[in-house]
C-alpha cells in the first residue's frame, strides 16, 4: 500500500476537524483562522478570525449534521494546501441539503491554520 502524500493526510485530518467542530461547537472554530483569514459563505464576505465566527455562529439552526461525499487535497505553489470538499448536510429539521466548501491552508509556526474558506449550498434554480 502506497503511503499519502504529506499534504492528503494534513488535508483530511483538516476537513475532519473542521466538520466535527462544525458539528458540535461552531464557537470554537476560531481557533483554525487567523486575523486575515477571509470567508465566503455563499456570496458574502467576511474577513478576520472574528467577523468569521460571528457569520458561523449566527447561522440559523441549532444542530447540524455534515456527511462527506468526497474530498480533494493539492499543494500550492507557495507551499499551502488547497482542499476542496463535496457533501451533505442536515440542519435541524430541514430537509438534506448538498454542498461544496473549499479551503487554503497554511502553516504558520508550526501550526495548519484555514486562510481561505469557500462555502455554497448545491441548490439549482432552473426556474
Same mark, same amino acid.
Given at each position: 500500500m502506497v503511503d499519502q502524500p504529506l499534504w492528503e493526510q494534513i488535508g483530511s #485530518?483538516?476537513?475532519?476537524?473542521?466538520? @466535527?467542530?462544525?458539528? #458540535?461547537?461552531?464557537?470554537?472554530?476560531? #481557533?483554525?483562522?487567523?486575523? &486575515?483569514?477571509?470567508?465566503?459563505?455563499?456570496?458574502?464576505?467576511? @474577513?478576520?478570525?472574528? &467577523?468569521?465566527?460571528?457569520?458561523? /455562529?449566527?447561522?440559523?439552526?441549532?444542530?447540524? &449534521?455534515? #456527511?462527506? /461525499? &468526497?474530498?480533494?487535497? @493539492?499543494p500550492t505553489p507557495d507551499c499551502c494546501i488547497l482542499s476542496m470538499v463535496v457533501g451533505q448536510l442536515k440542519a435541524d429539521d430541514d430537509p438534506i441539503m448538498g454542498f461544496h466548501q473549499s479551503f487554503i491552508l497554511k502553516n504558520i509556526n508550526d501550526a495548519w491554520v484555514c486562510t481561505n474558506d469557500m462555502f455554497r449550498l448545491a441548490i439549482h434554480n432552473f426556474g
Amino acid at each position: 500500500m502506497v503511503d499519502q502524500p504529506l499534504w492528503e493526510q494534513i488535508g483530511s #485530518s483538516f476537513v475532519q476537524h473542521y466538520y @466535527q467542530m462544525f458539528d #458540535s461547537d461552531r464557537s470554537q472554530l476560531g #481557533s483554525i483562522y487567523i486575523d &486575515a483569514s477571509c470567508l465566503t459563505w455563499e456570496g458574502q464576505q467576511f @474577513q478576520g478570525k472574528r &467577523a468569521i465566527v460571528e457569520k458561523l /455562529t449566527s447561522l440559523p439552526f441549532t444542530k447540524i &449534521a455534515h #456527511s462527506i /461525499t &468526497a474530498q480533494d487535497h @493539492q499543494p500550492t505553489p507557495d507551499c499551502c494546501i488547497l482542499s476542496m470538499v463535496v457533501g451533505q448536510l442536515k440542519a435541524d429539521d430541514d430537509p438534506i441539503m448538498g454542498f461544496h466548501q473549499s479551503f487554503i491552508l497554511k502553516n504558520i509556526n508550526d501550526a495548519w491554520v484555514c486562510t481561505n474558506d469557500m462555502f455554497r449550498l448545491a441548490i439549482h434554480n432552473f426556474g
